[in-house]
């Protein structure tokens, strides 16, 4: 029970990395608030929690909306007491199969910076403000990239969570001394999720090894991957660990 009575946000719940986490993270005893733009997405996840014994309420999230993104914190303090944890998991990637950096547009990069860059700034500022308000410190969780930590292509969304990893380091600097703690987790290439899923149904086989091939150890990343590193950092096991960019990639950006 790594986060008993802990009261975790999690944005973009409704599917892959963000719905593993809220499962694993309620298991682990934590109630969760589950934001998703999606509110029909964000149901299904807390049913999904519920029927396995957790705690959870879905809340309808745009995140590149300040004003939701504050409302999903006050959910959270409103329904639970507090805040303990803040994972930005929300974002998109923008993929265009075929396409490169010159054919993308200014609707390109204005959706994936506005998604992807605001969303997390609004998600730690918020989270910073209460956790200030409240005392005691608080952990902050974004959803990073491989992508924006070395040239993996998807130029513009790897900007966009170069942007991400920088503003972790950052706010796990700035708000050290008030015990706030700010890592992010990287993930690489998960075919099994609807983040880089082209299509409708399963991905093909070929498609499934391709994505292991690029993981050194041959093995593609999944979201419950993910929700296992987002749950290690957002629990007191990484008390001392803040600042940090944690790949899950299966040793993509060790080569």
Not at 31 to 36: E, L, S
Not at 74 to 91: E, K, Q
Request: with cysteine; charged share 20%.
């Amino acid at each position: 029970m790594r986060l008993a009575d802990k009261s975790v946000v999690i944005t973009g719940a409704g599917s892959g990395v963000g719905r593993a986490s809220a499962l694993l993270f309620a298991a682990e005893g934590a109630r969760v608030v589950c934001a998703d733009v999606r509110a029909d997405w964000a149901a299904e996840t807390v049913e999904l929690v519920t029927k396995n014994g957790g705690t959870a309420l879905a809340h309808h999230c745009d995140v590149t909306v300040e004003s939701d993104v504050e409302a999903a914190v006050a959910a959270a303090t409103r329904n639970f007491g507090r805040l303990d944890v803040m994972f930005n998991n929300a974002g998109v990637t923008g993929l265009k199969p075929g396409s490169t950096f010159e054919l993308d547009t200014t609707e390109d990069f204005e959706r994936l910076t506005t998604i992807n860059v605001r969303g997390v700034f609004y998600g730690c500022k918020h989270a910073v403000r209460t956790f200030k308000a409240q005392g005691g410190g608080g952990v902050i969780v974004n959803t990073g990239s491989i992508a924006g930590m070395v040239g993996f292509g998807s130029v513009i969304y790897g900007a966009t969570k170069a942007a991400i990893n920088q503003l972790t380091r950052g706010v796990a600097i700035e708000c050290a001394a008030d015990d706030i703690r700010c890592n992010a987790i990287c993930p690489g290439t998960m075919p099994l999720t609807n983040f880089i899923r082209v299509g409708d149904g399963p991905p093909p086989e070929e498609y499934l090894r391709m994505a292991a091939g690029l993981q050194p150890n041959g093995r593609y990343v999944t979201a419950e991957d993910c929700a296992a590193a987002a749950l290690f950092l957002a629990s007191d096991d990484a008390r001392n660990v803040t600042g940090v960019l944690l790949p899950v990639d299966g040793g993509y950006v060790a080569r």
